[in-house]
């Protein structure tokens, strides 16, 4: 079966206690330790993503929204694609994490009530969980960036992206791995492949530069083969997560299908006008949204925030 590439439905995570997670920080070089007093973190953090989901809903995408619970505190429950993924086929994919805090997000409340509202019937799951005993771990959409029409998982290596976890996350959902090494300035591999490619139903934003040398032609000439235009933007570009951006499938009286480029403010502004323009070109509408306060603490943006759910 064919998959779509764009989901036109969201699972979100308002968070109760997002902050700096020095669990993840080792491997995370993007979160910045801002010192914010907790309230203040917490409230900013809400305002950002309340208007995200008002934007969202404002142009026809479905959102539901699960209410994180304090204690115990979940610093990252605000980033749910990394720990579960729901697929056309009626699969649901629960992932192991590498942080112990990070585990606490996994919440079958959330599963059953996401599917419920949004209408998707769960026909099987798989849980990759047990690999947190073994040191092995794969994060969701977050490890594993999906052309799903060309049925390709592409994936960064990093601490949180095993490839023998890959592997069999392929063998389960029918996709080939693609497992490659990208690395950022200081030669530190990227902890999340979403952060240095996104790819979309007729473009593919990919951090070119941070590929390695060995991998570089075979990534991009995959990428390529799909038909979709590449637009390949330098490590400062994906510092500012401009590759961290999902675009989501919506309907409009007027336009009828229509796509939607979801990107965060600073994203939005480390592109030049020539990759907006070839963006543009390549999606209908850009909905770009500021999340200074998740990107800075969580080291994570709007891609991050955003489970899509492919009702069967």
Excluded: K
Excluded at 69 to 96: C, I, K, M, Q
Excluded at 159 to 187: K, N
Excluded at 265 to 271: G, I, T, W
């Amino acid at each position: 079966m064919q998959e779509h590439q764009c989901a036109s439905r969201v699972l979100m995570v308002r968070p109760a206690a997002f902050g700096y997670n020095p669990q993840t920080a080792a491997s995370n070089h993007l979160q910045i330790d801002a010192r914010l007093a907790p309230a203040e973190a917490q409230a900013r953090t809400r305002d950002e993503f309340d208007a995200l989901v008002c934007a969202l809903r404002g142009s026809g995408i479905e959102v539901f929204v699960a209410q994180d619970t304090a204690p115990p505190a979940r610093p990252d429950a605000v980033f749910p694609n990394n720990w579960v993924s729901f697929h056309e086929d009626g699969t649901v994919v629960l992932y192991p994490m590498q942080a112990a805090n990070r585990r606490l997000e996994r919440r079958p409340e959330i599963v059953a009530r996401a599917a419920g509202e949004l209408g998707f019937r769960v026909r099987r799951t798989v849980d990759l969980t047990h690999h947190e005993s073994d040191g092995r771990f794969l994060e969701g959409t977050g490890s594993v960036v999906l052309d799903r029409t060309q049925r390709i998982a592409y994936a960064c290596r990093s601490p949180r992206t095993h490839e023998s976890v890959l592997e069999e996350w392929a063998r389960e959902l029918g996709y080939e791995p693609l497992i490659f090494d990208a690395t950022d300035a200081g030669g530190m591999p990227y902890y999340h492949t979403n952060v240095m490619l996104s790819i979309g139903e007729r473009c593919a934003i990919v951090g070119s530069e941070a590929l390695a040398g060995g991998d570089r032609a075979r990534v991009l000439g995959r990428l390529a083969a799909g038909g979709r235009e590449l637009i390949e933007i330098d490590r400062s570009a994906v510092a500012c997560f401009a590759a961290n951006v999902l675009e989501l499938a919506s309907w409009d009286e007027g336009f009828g299908d229509f796509r939607l480029m979801v990107i965060s403010a600073s994203a939005r502004r480390a592109l030049d006008a020539r990759s907006v323009a070839r963006l543009m070109a390549c999606t209908d509408d850009l909905l770009v949204a500021p999340v200074p306060t998740i990107e800075a603490l969580g080291g994570g943006s709007v891609r991050c925030m955003l489970a899509e759910v492919f009702a069967p």
